[in-house]
């Protein structure tokens, strides 16, 4: 009850701060999300609306990776109020920076698929790691993650996951299904079959939709963006039997900035309205429970009851050495 009332009261207190003493809140993301045609301007106007206090300007770099080398380069001179846009498996890295600080988010909001307790990093979507198919194309596509490596007349599309969360994502989801024993021949076998590995989403997924390969890695939201944007319905995502790995992306307010809009701006990044805007645009899935659209909200619900596998202890010196091992596995 305590905590609470201080809470409550801060917030209280930070949105009745005259617009004349607040510069604006500058939140660095990447820019599919800060696009005119994906959440982040709807995210902006509803925070504005809400708090007028506040002016929100974001600086958007290319991706995920490109966000993140930002970060790490700038460290303590970063002058960014908030990230918004790194995931959970960059948290152990990015803790090491000595950057961000707790946020006052009550976390019993979130409905997410695994338990979150941690205070500094905030999830604002998620979704699980899919690969994606046309299903008039592909009509007997891969049931498990070890069938699709086995199976050599598949045409596959991913990303390096050096420079893609998730091309990263890829790379957790093997070293889970296989014994280090056998992972650099499932590589090798893969990289018989793989047409191509891109810097990125938006390379690998066009020359997917160009017809380059038969699946292509994504997250299994992926086909909602093409049945409510596109009314196609042909698009679909893998469901393995050995289960998935869940994408979560966080948002984090860094320290000693002392902007009384970050705690206001997270906060709302957990409301109705932000996840709604940010489950139909950014198209992922909302980390509350709130009713969005039919199709989301049936798949935030499959995505709740399918098996998780859990990749929350991997380190980022574990992440280098797997990514030395895929390395060493591909040149051979």
């Not at 935030?300 to 060493?328: E, F």
């Amino acid at each position: 009850m305590k905590k609470t009332f201080l809470i409550s009261t801060a917030l209280f207190i930070a949105s009745n701060v005259s617009a004349q003493t607040q510069p604006p809140l500058t939140v660095y993301t990447y820019d599919s999300f800060s696009a005119d045609w994906s959440a982040g301007p709807k995210v902006k106007a509803g925070f504005e609306k809400q708090f007028p206090q506040c002016q929100l300007n974001y600086v958007a770099f290319d991706n995920n990776g490109t966000l993140f080398n930002r970060v790490r380069l700038d460290g303590k001179k970063i002058k960014a109020d908030i990230v918004l846009g790194l995931d959970q498996h960059q948290i152990d890295e990015a803790k090491k920076l000595a950057i961000f600080e707790p946020h006052q988010v009550d976390l019993n909001k979130l409905a997410l698929p695994i338990q979150w307790d941690d205070r500094t990093f905030l999830p604002f979507d998620f979704a699980q790691y899919a690969f994606i198919y046309d299903k008039n194309k592909l009509t007997h596509p891969p049931k498990s993650l070890k069938e699709l490596v086995a199976r050599k007349e598949l045409k596959i599309l991913y990303q390096d996951p050096r420079t893609s969360s998730i091309g990263r994502g890829l790379l957790l989801w093997m070293n889970a299904v296989y014994p280090q024993a056998e992972i650099a021949n499932a590589w090798q076998t893969l990289s018989e079959h793989t047409v191509t590995v891109t810097k990125g989403w938006t390379e690998a997924y066009g020359a997917f939709l160009k017809g380059e390969g038969d699946l292509v890695l994504s997250t299994n939201t992926s086909p909602i963006y093409h049945l409510l944007s596109e009314q196609k319905d042909h698009y679909m995502a893998t469901d393995f039997t050995e289960g998935g790995v869940l994408q979560v992306e966080v948002a984090a307010k860094v320290a000693n900035r002392h902007h009384a809009c970050a705690d206001l701006f997270l906060d709302y990044l957990l409301s109705p309205e932000a996840q709604a805007n940010i489950a139909k645009n950014n198209v992922m899935l909302p980390v509350i429970n709130s009713p969005v659209e039919t199709h989301i909200d049936a798949l935030k619900q499959h995505t709740l009851n399918t098996v998780v596998l859990d990749t929350s202890a991997v380190s980022s010196a574990q992440l280098k050495l797997w990514i030395n091992q895929w390395q060493k596995a591909l040149a051979k």
